[in-house]
């Protein structure tokens, strides 16, 4: 089995993954998970923030105390906690799963630092169905070509922090990426008042708030006399978890490097 840790017990993602491997993983056993230093769980039976009988080890604060006992931990917190557990895993030589979006340029490459010391998958999105996304997303950019404008149109729920989503912003690398341009000089996040034609070559990302939108996506591509739309709607929060536990369980024995969920699914 492999020793499974995971970050933010107490969080909504946090406890979906770690319900989802005790309940149904044949490979992964859950062996340490961690929690903010103020939260009430800390010091805690793992087995009593998710309301079950007693799992024989606690909730710590800390990675080196809550995943030192692990081969691999999952991480969907926030970028300068990731950082913090990518920079961990490289030094004890963890496996690590990041779910966590909103990072910058620089960030990015700090994980991909750590990575050179361990294996890590970091992908904006966990879902199998998202991955997939880009994949389709990236070869109709190619066999499209410039003729067709390309919008991506994101939706999640009020409470959504960073903006646009790391899958919308996925989704644009892989287009960037299938056109070989440079993203940041492509990107337009938002438009207003006398803006002029669209520039050929645009890629559009728009944000929508509200309600409780799990998340939604759509790429828009608009030719002269047609459209293509290629859509994906997460209906539960279930799919990232699985999407996780997926890859955790692939990162298995895997040599050091910064891996994706393509990766993970073959598509790469």
Not at 47 to 70: I, S
Request: glycine letters at 10%.
């Amino acid at each position: 089995m492999i020793k499974t840790g995971v970050v933010g017990l107490g969080g909504r993602m946090g406890t979906m993954i770690a319900n989802l491997l005790l309940d149904e993983s044949q490979t992964l056993t859950l062996a340490g998970a961690s929690e903010m230093p103020n939260s009430p769980l800390v010091d805690k039976d793992a087995g009593y923030a998710l309301r079950r009988a007693d799992l024989g080890f606690a909730v710590a604060a800390t990675p080196e105390d809550a995943f030192k006992n692990c081969d691999v931990f999952i991480d969907f917190s926030a970028p300068k906690a990731s950082l913090k557990h990518a920079a961990y895993a490289a030094a004890a030589g963890k496996a690590l799963v990041i779910g966590t979006t909103g990072m910058n340029d620089d960030e990015r490459a700090e994980v991909a630092a750590c990575a050179a010391k361990t294996p890590i998958v970091m992908a904006p999105n966990m879902s199998i169905g998202v991955n997939v996304m880009f994949k389709i997303a990236a070869e109709l950019t190619r066999l499209l070509g410039e003729d067709y404008d390309i919008e991506i149109v994101e939706a999640h729920h009020r409470h959504k922090k960073d903006a646009p989503s790391g899958t919308a912003d996925g989704l644009a690398r892989s287009i960037a990426a299938a056109r070989g341009v440079n993203l940041n000089e492509h990107a337009c996040y938002e438009r207003h008042g006398i803006i002029g034609e669209r520039p050929k070559g645009e890629i559009g990302i728009q944000t929508l708030r509200g309600g409780d939108i799990i998340g939604d996506h759509t790429v828009l591509y608009a030719g002269n006399s047609e459209r293509i739309e290629l859509t994906h709607r997460a209906h539960t929060r279930e799919n990232f978890a699985r999407g996780a536990l997926r890859a955790a369980e692939w990162l298995a024995g895997r040599e050091p490097g910064l891996y994706n969920m393509l990766d993970v699914l073959g598509l790469n």
